[in-house]
């Protein structure tokens, strides 16, 4: 059976001047256009393709791809607004419908907003604010120091929250976050923790010697591509070292012992220099 709003492999059964038909299954024949058709496309040949409807809500295949699909959360930029709801840009012809009821405020055109994309009881492709109906209760099988995908979801009192791998919700503390994150964003990040009531609390680097030993290599490629100086002492802001780094003070400090120890540097008033024949 096609997945409807998601990428499918289909076999060509027919050829047409105008495209070529698609096997959907119990859903009959799919059209994919000309447009959208490979060169020496024949009968037998299977083409991954996106499914969705047309203006006129037929089933049609394209090999174009929107910006997120059915069963996802994507960033998408507000089109119109008409009588019935809010249509989205998710980079097909045809507009992301977000329902009057699915939305959480207001919206204007142009502003982008977070959605979830669903099949609706007409198995019609719609959208939604309302993240937390479709975040999985469960807390998820994380451990300590995993690597994870991180959506911002939402600025709080605390930090910001993020969805994980696009199923559970985590949260990054303000007093952890040392660079400005967007609504929207996407980016790496890794558990701290999973609480014992199921929260899941995240941080944007690694904990430990591994975090270390990487923003010294960060530091080394930076004196390099520097001329072997930069003129970053004690009394340097922390804004500063962060936009160079993207860490804190105090871990770019104990990544800097490392390569003093190490003898790979020295340290000086002015600045830091690439220790003699490195």
């Not at 997945?3 to 119990?26: A, R």
């Amino acid at each position: 059976m096609v997945q409807i709003g998601q990428i499918n492999k289909l076999k060509v059964v027919k050829t047409m001047e105008y495209g070529v038909f698609l096997d959907g299954g119990s859903d009959g024949e799919i059209l994919l256009p000309a447009r959208y058709q490979p060169e020496k496309c024949e009968v037998g040949d299977e083409l991954e393709v996106f499914v969705c409807f047309d203006s006129e809500d037929r089933l049609v295949a394209m090999t174009e791809m929107p910006f997120a699909m059915v069963g996802s959360f994507g960033l998408l930029k507000v089109k119109s607004i008409e009588r019935v709801g809010a249509f989205l840009d998710w980079g097909l012809p045809k507009d992301l419908f977000l329902p009057f009821s699915e939305q959480t405020r207001d919206l204007k055109i142009g502003q982008n907003v977070l959605v979830y994309l669903y099949l609706d009881n007409t198995d019609r492709i719609s959208s939604s604010m309302r993240l937390d109906r479709f975040i999985d209760k469960e807390s998820g099988n994380y451990e300590a120091g995993q690597s994870v995908d991180l959506l911002i979801a939402a600025k709080t009192d605390l930090g910001y929250k993020a969805i994980i791998n696009g199923r559970h919700w985590g949260m990054l503390y303000a007093n952890e976050v040392f660079q400005q994150l967007e609504y929207g964003q996407r980016l790496k990040g890794f558990i701290k923790q999973v609480r014992d009531d199921g929260k899941i609390d995240l941080r944007l680097n690694e904990a430990g010697h591994k975090a270390t030993a990487d923003i010294g290599e960060r530091i080394m490629e930076l004196l390099k591509s520097k001329g072997g100086f930069l003129p970053i002492t004690d009394k340097t802001d922390p804004e500063a070292i962060y936009d160079l780094f993207g860490v804190s003070k105090k871990k770019y400090k104990m990544a800097l012992g490392g390569l003093y120890k190490k003898r790979l540097i020295t340290v000086h008033d002015d600045g830091i220099r690439l220790a003699v024949g490195r």
